[in-house]
């Protein structure tokens, strides 16, 4: 948390240095801008285009930040209260008191008296009924379970995820996340894309209930009086009632270019058990091996990419960027046989959490993302850490390669 | 610089939170990490190990455990020697997907895999949800080998790896498992690269290093 003094503070610093310019801010971020000294989460959100421009601030950002939050508001609702109350009739509210207190969102308690009476012969815990609200209770629940899991190790070293509020929050989005993109649901990694976006925004949050233009009901209708200043602006956009909302909001502008790494394509995965059984028949085969394992090799790869956009990735970085920039260590592992999802997948689906330290991270983070929103910078970031471990790789075989590339060694200033 | 006369290839697999990864570190680094990260993909271990009077390099792929890793751990059944399967004795659900996972392994690795069932987390026998009896009862009803395992206390860790290494290596001398043949998930080591008059290519003659 910050006080409303150090918010202003850290707010003139970003202001001064980027001269109220989003491409000097971009610039900003790949070069000095430190996190402690400035409002890195308001970076972030300009950066990943949830919050749109420096200049018109008061104009344009309580719009913005109200329409944001009002949708999570209502998504919250949909997924995780009303849910709830279903299953906790008008009858049953004297007992459920104390769980509906718990809930996170208190201005939604107040709305329970409006729910329906309910009929009990659908609504039960053993009624097979499709539409009975238990069934989706228990689907609910597993997905929970399985969100939970994770949570509960997510960077098992940083004590700031490990308490009450910050599980339940970060379980809530990904809860509600995969509600909304139920396609794609959960998949393990991304409770590690979500967590430091978090951090970034809680650390920087700020209570406002003691300034003078301080709202009830920040998501009602706006006040009446004239346009806020840029500051009051800002302050709005730090407000500790809304963390939740506005990480979901942030981590939805990353997913954008995440998400398809998560993507696991069946049909491309069977094409791939396809062409590797051909492989194996080719093989006993003899003598045409060679050459038919070679063609395979490309046929798979270029069939492989096509619909596993991670892979097509890991590929690019691999027989597209290393190979042209660098052939004669490309040559290498390519004959050792080091595979660029076996690093890659990890590398990009977290985006190097595993990498480096968390500190530097966030360093990386702020350079990426300011570099521009749908994170082009990706497949160069995992070049560059190839061609920084050049010397340790050329000449090591296949083991201490993947050693290397699984274990990142440390940067030494 | 270590030579050794086989390399084998493992592959570890089960339900996600089991202590596969743990299992592995216990193995390779004797050490326990209690928070262990998420696996994302694949990681990667190796560890010489003494079988009779011979040494073998056991190289270990540790698997993410999500449903939706699947389709990319398939690939890596093929040309494993050996896969230990494990599942939480604690959670009753990580034995009941057991079935799951050894169709997967039947059905995408060699037929001559040696496939060891591992009751991890023994330490916890006050929180105990599957019996020794049914591990046991599991494995003997599909030909697997069985052990409970900590990879906390390490108790048995080192059996379960060596176990199954010892199998393997009896199926090579009994000439059930071929050698020269890449998908079988056993290579020959530097010391014997020298004297084996096979195809050099598939011989990997680099220097091990570990």
């Known amino acids: 948390m910050l006080t409303p003094d150090e918010a202003r503070t850290r707010w003139s610093k970003l202001r001064e240095s980027s001269l109220l310019s989003l491409p000097t801010l971009r610039t900003l971020g790949q070069t000095t801008l430190t996190p402690k000294q400035t409002l890195t989460s308001i970076a972030w959100m300009l ?37 709830f109350q279903m299953l906790h009739p008008v009858g049953d509210r004297e007992s459920s008191d104390m769980a509906v207190s718990h809930m996170p969102n208190e201005e939604l308690r107040g709305k329970r008296a409006g729910t329906p009476v309910v009929d009990l012969s659908v609504h039960n815990p053993l009624s097979l009924e499709e539409d009975s609200p238990w069934q989706q209770h228990f689907q609910d629940e597993e997905l929970k379970v399985l969100i939970r899991q994770d949570v509960r190790r997510t960077f098992p070293e940083q004590a700031c995820f490990h308490n009450p509020r910050a599980q339940t929050m970060l379980e809530d989005i990904l809860f509600v996340y995969c509600k909304v993109h139920q396609g794609v649901s959960y998949r393990q990694g991304m409770h590690e894309l979500l967590a430091p976006l978090w951090k970034v925004i809680d650390e920087e949050r700020v209570d406002l209930s003691h300034t003078e233009w301080w709202t009830q ?36 502008r990353l997913m954008r270019t995440a998400q398809p790494w998560f993507e696991i394509n069946e049909v491309a995965q069977n094409a791939s058990a396809r062409l590797q059984r051909r492989g194996a028949a080719s093989s006993r085969a003899g003598d045409r091996q060679g050459r038919m394992v070679e063609s ?7 069939e492989l990419s096509r619909a596993t956009p991670i892979l097509a990735c890991c590929n690019n970085v691999y027989h597209g960027l290393l190979k042209t920039v660098d052939p004669e260590y490309y040559q290498h592992l390519e004959s050792v046989g080091v595979e660029p999802q076996l690093f890659g997948m990890r590398w990009i ?8 330290p968390f500190e530097e991270l ?18 160069y970031v995992c070049l560059a850490m190839l061609l920084r471990v050049r010397h340790l790789l050329m000449g090591a075989d296949y083991n201490t390669c993947l050693q290397y590339l699984l274990k990142y060694p440390p940067l030494i200033d | ?78 040309g494993a020697a050996g896969a230990l399967l494990v599942y939480d004795i604690t959670r009753r659900e990580t ?82 498992l071929d050698v020269t043949n890449e998908s079988s998930g056993i290579k020959l080591g530097p010391t014997q690269a020298g004297m084996a008059s096979l195809s050099s290519g598939s011989v990997d003659s680099r220097r091990g290093c570990c």
């Open chain 1, 296 to 302: 395979l090799k490309h046929l798979k790869i270029a």
């Open chain 2, 1 to 78: 610089m270590a030579s050794y006369a086989y390399l084998f290839k493992y592959i570890i697999i089960g339900d996600t939170g089991v202590g596969k990864s743990c299992l592995l570190l216990q193995f390779t680094d004797n050490r326990f990490q209690p928070a262990h990260d998420l696996t994302i993909g694949v990681e990667f271990g190796a560890r010489i190990v003494n079988v009779g009077n011979k040494r073998i390099k056991l190289q270990i792929w540790d698997t993410a455990g999500q449903e939706s890793f699947r389709s990319i751990t398939r690939s890596y059944y093929r």
């Open chain 1, 349 to 356: 689906r977290l985006l190097w959490g595993r990498e480096f």
């Open chain 1, 362 to 379: 966030m360093v990386l983070w702020t350079a990426l993302f300011a570099d521009d929103a749908d994170l082009s910078a990706v497949e």
């Open chain 1, 47 to 83: 950066y990943l285009e949830y919050l749109p421009e420096l200049n018109d601030i008061g104009q344009i950002w309580p719009d913005i930040l109200r329409k944001e939050r009002t949708h999570y508001q209502h998504l919250r609702h949909k997924y995780i209260t009303v849910p």
């Open chain 2, 95 to 176: 034995f009941d997907h057991l079935a799951t996972w050894l169709e997967d392994a039947r059905k995408y690795s060699n037929a001559n895999i040696t496939i060891m069932l591992i009751g991890n987390k023994c330490d916890l026998e006050n929180k105990r949800a599957v019996s020794r009896e049914e591990g046991e009862a599991f494995a003997r009803e599909n030909g697997l080998f069985f052990i409970e395992t900590s990879a906390k206390t390490a108790a048995n860790v080192e059996e379960a790896f060596v176990n199954t290494a010892a199998d393997i290596h009896d199926k090579i001398q009994v000439g059930v």
């Open chain 1, 217 to 252: 009901d920040p998501l009602g209708t706006p006040n009446t009086r004239s346009t806020p200043s840029a500051e009051e602006a800002v302050l709005q956009a730090l407000d500790v009632r809304f963390t939740e909302h506005d990480t979901f909001t942030l981590f939805c």
